[in-house]
Protein backbone atom coordinates (compact mmCIF):
# COMPACT_ATOMS: atom_id res chain seq x y z
CA UNK A 1 0.00 0.00 0.00
CA UNK A 2 2.57 2.24 0.85
CA UNK A 3 4.53 1.90 -2.34
CA UNK A 4 0.74 2.52 -4.28
CA UNK A 5 0.34 5.49 -1.85
CA UNK A 6 4.38 6.62 -3.54
CA UNK A 7 3.25 6.29 -7.29
CA UNK A 8 0.27 7.51 -7.17
CA UNK A 9 2.34 10.82 -5.42
CA UNK A 10 4.86 10.40 -8.28
CA UNK A 11 2.33 10.32 -10.91
CA UNK A 12 0.15 13.69 -9.32
CA UNK A 13 3.46 15.68 -9.58
CA UNK A 14 4.40 14.52 -12.88
CA UNK A 15 0.28 15.76 -14.14
CA UNK A 16 0.95 18.29 -12.13
CA UNK A 17 4.25 19.72 -13.61
CA UNK A 18 2.63 18.91 -17.12
CA UNK A 19 -0.53 21.12 -16.33
CA UNK A 20 2.34 24.03 -15.41
CA UNK A 21 3.92 24.13 -18.33
CA UNK A 22 0.86 24.15 -20.13
CA UNK A 23 -0.23 27.07 -18.64
CA UNK A 24 2.85 28.75 -19.13
CA UNK A 25 2.60 27.92 -22.82
CA UNK A 26 -0.87 28.88 -23.46
CA UNK A 27 -0.48 32.04 -20.96
CA UNK A 28 -4.94 31.30 -20.24
CA UNK A 29 -6.22 30.46 -17.17
CA UNK A 30 -9.93 29.44 -15.74
CA UNK A 31 -11.56 31.05 -13.21
CA UNK A 32 -10.73 28.29 -10.46
CA UNK A 33 -6.97 29.11 -11.09
CA UNK A 34 -5.97 25.85 -13.54
CA UNK A 35 -5.35 25.82 -17.04
CA UNK A 36 -7.93 25.07 -19.56
CA UNK A 37 -5.61 22.22 -21.02
CA UNK A 38 -5.86 20.75 -17.24
CA UNK A 39 -9.71 20.90 -17.66
CA UNK A 40 -9.75 19.11 -21.04
CA UNK A 41 -7.36 16.44 -19.88
CA UNK A 42 -10.59 15.50 -17.68
CA UNK A 43 -12.78 15.50 -20.20
CA UNK A 44 -14.62 12.69 -21.73
CA UNK A 45 -17.09 12.40 -24.35
CA UNK A 46 -20.72 11.44 -23.16
CA UNK A 47 -24.05 11.47 -25.30
CA UNK A 48 -25.26 13.63 -22.92
CA UNK A 49 -22.68 16.49 -23.58
CA UNK A 50 -23.87 16.02 -27.79
CA UNK A 51 -25.50 19.55 -28.91
CA UNK A 52 -29.22 19.11 -30.60
CA UNK A 53 -29.75 20.32 -34.32
CA UNK A 54 -30.92 23.49 -33.21
CA UNK A 55 -27.85 24.49 -30.19
CA UNK A 56 -25.17 23.48 -32.92
CA UNK A 57 -26.62 26.46 -34.89
CA UNK A 58 -24.83 30.08 -34.99
CA UNK A 59 -21.47 31.50 -35.34
CA UNK A 60 -18.48 29.94 -32.88
CA UNK A 61 -15.39 31.90 -32.37
CA UNK A 62 -12.21 29.67 -32.21
CA UNK A 63 -10.58 29.90 -28.27
CA UNK A 64 -8.12 26.95 -27.64
CA UNK A 65 -6.83 23.77 -28.94
CA UNK A 66 -9.21 20.58 -27.34
CA UNK A 67 -8.58 17.16 -26.16
CA UNK A 68 -11.03 14.42 -25.16
CA UNK A 69 -10.95 11.28 -24.17
CA UNK A 70 -13.93 8.36 -25.76
CA UNK A 71 -13.86 6.66 -22.15
CA UNK A 72 -13.34 6.70 -18.63
CA UNK A 73 -10.64 4.25 -19.29
CA UNK A 74 -8.76 5.97 -21.66
CA UNK A 75 -8.51 8.98 -19.32
CA UNK A 76 -7.41 6.93 -16.60
CA UNK A 77 -4.65 6.00 -18.40
CA UNK A 78 -1.55 7.93 -17.22
CA UNK A 79 0.66 7.93 -20.54
CA UNK A 80 -2.79 8.69 -22.10
CA UNK A 81 -3.05 11.74 -19.96
CA UNK A 82 0.51 13.12 -20.25
CA UNK A 83 0.27 12.96 -23.85
CA UNK A 84 -2.72 14.71 -24.10
CA UNK A 85 -1.18 17.85 -22.18
CA UNK A 86 1.70 17.40 -24.60
CA UNK A 87 -0.31 17.01 -28.26
CA UNK A 88 -2.65 20.69 -26.62
CA UNK A 89 0.47 22.56 -26.32
CA UNK A 90 1.63 20.79 -29.91
CA UNK A 91 -1.88 22.11 -31.18
CA UNK A 92 -1.29 25.46 -29.84
CA UNK A 93 2.40 26.30 -31.34
CA UNK A 94 0.83 24.82 -34.82
CA UNK A 95 -2.52 27.07 -34.85
CA UNK A 96 -0.88 29.68 -34.21
CA UNK A 97 1.87 29.20 -36.87
CA UNK A 98 -1.35 28.49 -38.94
CA UNK A 99 -2.61 31.99 -38.24
CA UNK A 100 -5.39 30.21 -35.91
CA UNK A 101 -5.47 32.82 -32.72
CA UNK A 102 -8.19 33.11 -30.30
CA UNK A 103 -11.10 35.14 -31.89
CA UNK A 104 -9.85 34.92 -35.68
CA UNK A 105 -11.51 31.26 -36.90
CA UNK A 106 -15.08 31.42 -36.71
CA UNK A 107 -17.51 28.20 -37.44
CA UNK A 108 -20.90 28.61 -38.97
CA UNK A 109 -23.78 26.64 -38.81
CA UNK A 110 -26.91 27.86 -40.44
CA UNK A 111 -30.05 26.20 -40.19
CA UNK A 112 -30.22 24.93 -44.04
CA UNK A 113 -27.23 22.63 -43.02
CA UNK A 114 -24.71 24.42 -44.61
CA UNK A 115 -21.61 25.70 -42.69
CA UNK A 116 -18.91 28.17 -43.21
CA UNK A 117 -15.33 28.72 -42.26
CA UNK A 118 -13.49 32.08 -42.00
CA UNK A 119 -9.77 32.71 -40.89
CA UNK A 120 -9.34 36.81 -40.43
CA UNK A 121 -12.88 37.00 -41.39
CA UNK A 122 -11.95 35.72 -44.98
CA UNK A 123 -14.23 32.78 -46.07
CA UNK A 124 -11.57 29.91 -46.41
CA UNK A 125 -14.10 26.77 -46.18
CA UNK A 126 -17.46 25.90 -47.09
CA UNK A 127 -19.75 23.00 -47.08
CA UNK A 128 -22.78 21.27 -45.39
CA UNK A 129 -23.01 18.92 -42.41
CA UNK A 130 -25.00 16.07 -41.44
CA UNK A 131 -25.58 15.20 -37.68
CA UNK A 132 -26.67 11.30 -36.39
CA UNK A 133 -26.31 10.46 -33.16
CA UNK A 134 -22.91 11.31 -31.59
CA UNK A 135 -21.09 12.46 -34.77
CA UNK A 136 -21.44 15.60 -36.97
CA UNK A 137 -20.40 15.00 -40.87
CA UNK A 138 -18.79 18.20 -43.01
CA UNK A 139 -18.72 17.82 -46.45
CA UNK A 140 -16.61 20.09 -47.96
CA UNK A 141 -17.16 21.70 -51.36
CA UNK A 142 -15.05 20.51 -53.84
CA UNK A 143 -13.92 17.64 -51.64
CA UNK A 144 -15.88 14.00 -51.70
CA UNK A 145 -13.97 12.88 -48.23
CA UNK A 146 -16.00 14.06 -45.70
CA UNK A 147 -14.87 14.72 -42.08
CA UNK A 148 -16.87 13.21 -39.20
CA UNK A 149 -16.04 14.93 -35.84
CA UNK A 150 -17.80 14.53 -32.24
CA UNK A 151 -19.21 17.84 -31.27
CA UNK A 152 -19.83 18.41 -27.10
CA UNK A 153 -21.54 21.15 -25.44
CA UNK A 154 -19.47 22.01 -22.52
CA UNK A 155 -21.00 25.24 -19.96
CA UNK A 156 -21.58 27.26 -23.51
CA UNK A 157 -18.40 26.11 -25.65
CA UNK A 158 -18.92 24.01 -28.61
CA UNK A 159 -16.00 21.40 -28.51
CA UNK A 160 -15.39 19.79 -31.63
CA UNK A 161 -12.88 16.86 -31.76
CA UNK A 162 -11.87 14.11 -33.79
CA UNK A 163 -9.61 11.47 -35.10
CA UNK A 164 -5.68 11.80 -36.69
CA UNK A 165 -7.51 11.61 -40.42
CA UNK A 166 -10.00 13.72 -39.64
CA UNK A 167 -7.84 16.23 -37.98
CA UNK A 168 -5.93 16.18 -41.50
CA UNK A 169 -8.87 16.67 -43.64
CA UNK A 170 -10.40 19.40 -41.32
CA UNK A 171 -7.15 21.36 -41.51
CA UNK A 172 -6.82 21.13 -45.37
CA UNK A 173 -7.62 24.39 -46.61
CA UNK A 174 -7.93 26.42 -43.88
CA UNK A 175 -3.84 26.42 -43.17
CA UNK A 176 -0.76 25.55 -45.45
CA UNK A 177 0.90 23.83 -42.44
CA UNK A 178 -0.80 20.66 -43.26
CA UNK A 179 2.31 18.56 -43.11
CA UNK A 180 3.52 19.96 -39.76
CA UNK A 181 0.53 17.64 -38.29
CA UNK A 182 2.68 14.49 -38.67
CA UNK A 183 4.45 14.49 -35.24
CA UNK A 184 0.63 15.21 -33.75
CA UNK A 185 -1.02 12.90 -35.73
CA UNK A 186 1.19 10.26 -34.65
CA UNK A 187 1.64 10.83 -31.18
CA UNK A 188 -2.72 10.92 -31.23
CA UNK A 189 -2.62 7.17 -33.28
CA UNK A 190 -0.55 5.80 -30.79
CA UNK A 191 -3.53 6.01 -27.64
CA UNK A 192 -6.44 4.86 -27.86
CA UNK A 193 -9.22 6.87 -26.86
CA UNK A 194 -8.22 10.15 -27.60
CA UNK A 195 -9.28 12.66 -30.15
CA UNK A 196 -8.52 16.27 -30.35
CA UNK A 197 -9.75 19.68 -32.07
CA UNK A 198 -10.69 22.96 -31.16
CA UNK A 199 -13.20 24.42 -28.84
CA UNK A 200 -15.38 27.58 -29.43
CA UNK A 201 -17.23 29.56 -27.87
CA UNK A 202 -20.73 31.77 -29.35
Known amino acids: MLTVGVANAQLNGKLSKVADAVTAATGSASSNGKSSALQSIASVITSKMVPTSTQIVGTWAYQEPAVMFTSDNALKSAAGSVASASIEKKLQTYFAKAGIKKGNLTITFEEDKTFAIKKSKKTVR ?23 VTPQLDNGTLVIVMDATSLKTFMTGISSYVSSLSTITSILNAYDGMKVGIRLSK
Do not use: E, I, Q, R
Not at 128 to 136: E, F, H, I, L, P
Open 126 to 148: TGTYAMSGSTVTLTFKGNTKPCK
